[in-house]
């Protein structure tokens, strides 16, 4: 069962901030936060990940709570080709770890 | 970045018929690939652990006889399904651990698999 719980669905306006929550309050001390989208049809993009402090990519940036037990991902100019499936997934450390998909939550952009 | 290719990116074939995928890592070694399965309005499901060197890992329901999984080298795992049926008809996704332990996986662009 995925550890991590999000909306089923939100949307924002073009050119604004898109603010996607997630809650994962049983989050252990050696898991990670990543966040994947999938585009309709496609594989999973991955987007960014964290551990305990807040990290900034060239797509999006990744809040974290000091508990760690919520996240907040924020895409600050959403574009139409953001509207996607969104997944905030929790997975430890090692590279044969598995990641648990949720049902996401689904981001519609509007013009 | 971190490739990951699937191929083929879609495919037709009678009932009975075994299809295999491919699944290659481009530009790093992957000791381990994961295969997913994905019905459609669903999210991911995870079929198996890939293992190169090894015997795959099958999740709880999945058939390992169904789903003959070959991870013959450090950059390429097959997806074999055997004498398939409608009800194999899925998406069919895979993914390459992280270099580092905390390294994202990387995914591939999936396969549309429909059995007529």
């Known amino acids: 069962d995925a550890k991590t719980t999000q909306p089923p669905s939100m949307d924002c306006a073009e050119g604004r901030a898109a603010n996607l929550p997630c809650n994962h309050s049983?989050?252990?001390?050696?898991?990670?936060v990543y966040w994947y989208r999938q585009i309709h049809s496609q594989g999973p993009q991955y987007i960014i990940h964290?551990?305990?402090n807040n990290e900034t990519n060239e797509m999006a940036s990744l809040i974290i709570t000091e508990d760690r037990k919520s996240s907040t991902l924020i895409l600050p100019h959403a574009t139409l080709r953001d509207t996607a499936v969104y997944y905030c997934?929790?997975?430890?450390?090692?590279?044969?770890?598995?990641?648990?998909f949720g049902k996401g939550i689904t981001l519609s952009v509007r013009p | 970045g971190a490739v990951v290719s699937q191929h083929p990116s879609w495919v037709i074939c009678k009932s009975g018929t075994s299809v295999k995928i491919e699944c290659r890592s481009l530009?790093?070694?992957?000791?381990?690939m994961f295969w997913y399965r994905q019905f459609p309005k669903q999210s991911l499901m995870l079929m198996a652990t890939?293992?190169?060197?090894?015997?795959?890992?099958?999740e709880q329901g999945v058939e390992k006889d169904k789903f003959l999984i070959n991870h013959a080298s450090l950059t390429l795992s097959t997806l074999t399904v055997t004498s398939a049926h409608p009800e194999d008809s899925s998406f069919y996704i895979c993914?390459?651990?992280?270099?580092?332990?905390?390294?994202?996986?990387?995914f591939g662009d999936g396969t549309r698999l429909s059995i007529l």
């Open positions: 049983t989050i252990s001390g050696n898991e990670y």
């Open positions: 997934i929790v997975r430890p450390t090692g590279a044969n770890s598995k990641l648990t």
């Open positions: 890939s293992n190169e060197g090894s015997k795959a890992t099958y």
């Open positions: 964290g551990l305990k």
């Open positions: 530009d790093f070694q992957a000791t381990t």
């Open positions: 993914s390459a651990g992280g270099q580092t332990g905390a390294g994202p996986q990387h």
